[in-house]
């Protein structure tokens, strides 16, 4: 079983900052690709940034040069780094990766439960 867990969020004025942290545990043998989906109540969730095991970026336009996601491999972690935040920013952060189980193979799409993010003065 692998888990995901988020944290981080919280109540953030505009133009502050703030860091989200995902922990993945379990069965990991490896994990290829991590990323950040944020969604706001009756809207589809969003992709907001994405690393792969190489350490490869991507953003969406609406987050590029004021998000920066990284992770550290040893420790099966995600980050993303919020700066400049505007209150369209807020949002439900969810932690989603495609763990690899098995030096064999075998692969899982994981999410996390989620951390609030509020922008707002």
């Known amino acids: 079983q692998v888990q995901l867990v988020e944290s981080g969020g919280g109540l953030v004025q505009p133009g502050g900052s703030l860091r989200l942290s995902c922990a993945a545990s379990g069965s990991i043998f490896s994990i290829n690709v991590m990323d950040w989906y944020r969604q706001v109540p009756g809207k589809e969730r969003e992709l907001v940034a994405i690393?792969?095991?190489?350490?490869?970026?991507s953003y969406a336009d609406s987050v590029k040069g004021r998000f920066t996601i990284s992770r550290d491999n040893e420790k099966n972690m995600v980050y993303l780094q919020m700066n400049s935040l505007k209150p369209e920013d807020a949002a439900g952060y969810y932690c989603?990766?495609?763990?690899?189980?098995?030096?064999?193979?075998?692969?899982?799409?994981?999410w996390g439960q989620g951390t609030l993010v509020t922008v707002s003065s």
């Open positions: 690393i792969t095991s190489g350490g490869s970026t």
């Open positions: 989603n990766a495609i763990v690899v189980l098995t030096p064999a193979g075998g692969y899982l799409e994981v």
